[in-house]
């Protein structure tokens, strides 16, 4: 998609080429992190300034970093549970080569980012996609069940999800921890639930997002500043483990073998600075991010309304999962999408055919300017 968005581009001019198919951040960082970045340039020509350090990252950023995720997962988070990673990927990465052995499997609702797959294979162990219920995304939690075996290690959760914008409740993690727990003693070592959340920012749902530290021992968190702070190349992320794992302190420690024999060593250092300067304030520096994105998302909402294709309103992250057209699979909308110069991703990447990705990176100008272009693709002009 990126490939024939630059064609059309260079076609038609980037003004006229509405691009809804990449998940990358086209806001500024807020200005409080450009202060920092500006702040550090200082420090950097300092002896040591941009040196290596303990492969978990600076002492000062997970005491930070700590401070704050206590906070928003509401239970008392130590630096010692924490490690800086090379974005959420990276932490990802890093947590399967420590758990997984050749041939475990790490089960995944579907729709899901489709590299999931990668990391697993990255470290032997194998993806398997159970799809949630179709229309509202919710979990199939018999689905999960059946799909536990004596191989599975890990649930791999993202809420907000990427690409339907579902945000899984309490309930739903509540019967999650209950069936790993069951698992868990049945084979004879913790199934680990992983919940990504990169996206946690941003929920329009009204209500508080639920933690899976206060409904599951052995769950861990993956996340990144790469959306909240408008940080995407930066590429700083962190995973924090649930202090009351048992052996929490083995696991740290194998995270942090990971982080350096994989080849990330640290997290980078420049981005660890910006991160200790500004997490305390994170929330306020996210809120006109936030708001950015919820009128993005009322825009989006109205053209696909006018439209006539339908859609459930995603309860967070920055996509639509909307449905292709009665009769034509997705492969074959996006394509006709692609003929109205709009770029959306098949639902088929996502391990959910039958649906397309829009993102909302884009100004609103853009979102409003390709009504017309969904209009003719949906009447098949």
């Not at 996206?199 to 749902?205: D, G, M, T, W």
């Not at 997290?267 to 936030?290: H, M, R, S, V, Y």
Request: negative net charge.
């Amino acid at each position: 998609m990126f490939e024939a968005g630059a064609e059309l581009k260079q076609s038609y001019g980037a003004e006229n080429v509405y691009d809804f198919s990449l998940g990358n951040p086209d806001l500024p960082p807020p200005a409080a992190i450009v202060e920092a970045i500006c702040d550090l340039a200082g420090q950097v020509s300092c002896e040591g300034g941009l040196s290596y350090m303990s492969n978990a990252g600076y002492p000062e950023t997970r005491a930070a970093l700590a401070a704050w995720l206590s906070q928003d997962q509401g239970i008392t988070i130590n630096a010692e549970n924490l490690i800086l990673t090379v974005g959420a990927a990276g932490g990802l990465n890093c947590f399967f080569h420590t758990v997984l052995s050749p041939g475990d499997e790490v089960i995944c609702p579907a729709p899901y980012f489709v590299e999931y797959g990668f990391y697993c294979g990255n470290h032997g162990g194998v993806l398997r996609p159970v799809k949630s219920k179709p229309d509202s995304f919710e979990l199939d939690l018999g689905a999960i069940a059946a799909a536990i075996g004596s191989k599975t290690r890990c649930l791999l959760i993202n809420s907000p999800n990427n690409p339907s914008g579902v945000v899984y409740s309490a309930d739903e993690l509540k019967a999650l921890a209950e069936l790993l727990t069951e698992a868990s003693s049945k084979y004879g070592r913790p199934v680990y639930l992983v919940s990504d959340e990169p996206y946690r920012f941003l929920n329009f749902s009204g209500r508080p997002l639920p933690s899976v530290f206060a409904h599951y021992k052995h769950s861990v968190i993956v996340s990144s500043f790469s959306k909240n702070l408008a940080l995407a190349g930066e590429r700083i992320g962190y995973v924090a483990a649930n202090p009351a794992i048992r052996n929490a302190g083995e696991l740290m420690a194998g995270l942090v073998f990971s982080n350096r024999v994989l080849g990330y060593v640290n997290a980078p250092c420049l981005g660890q600075k910006i991160i200790n300067a500004c997490i305390a304030k994170a929330d306020e520096l996210t809120a006109p991010l936030f708001e950015v994105y919820a009128e993005r998302r009322r825009l989006m909402a109205e053209v696909l309304d006018v439209a006539g294709i339908q859609y459930q309103l995603p309860a967070g992250t920055f996509y639509f999962f909307p449905k292709a057209p009665e009769g034509m699979d997705d492969i074959a909308f996006v394509q006709r999408l692609l003929e109205q110069r709009i770029l959306a991703v098949p639902g088929a990447g996502f391990g959910y055919p039958g649906y397309f990705r829009l993102s909302l990176c884009l100004d609103k100008k853009f979102i409003q300017a390709a009504k017309d272009g969904f209009i003719k693709a949906m009447q098949g002009e």
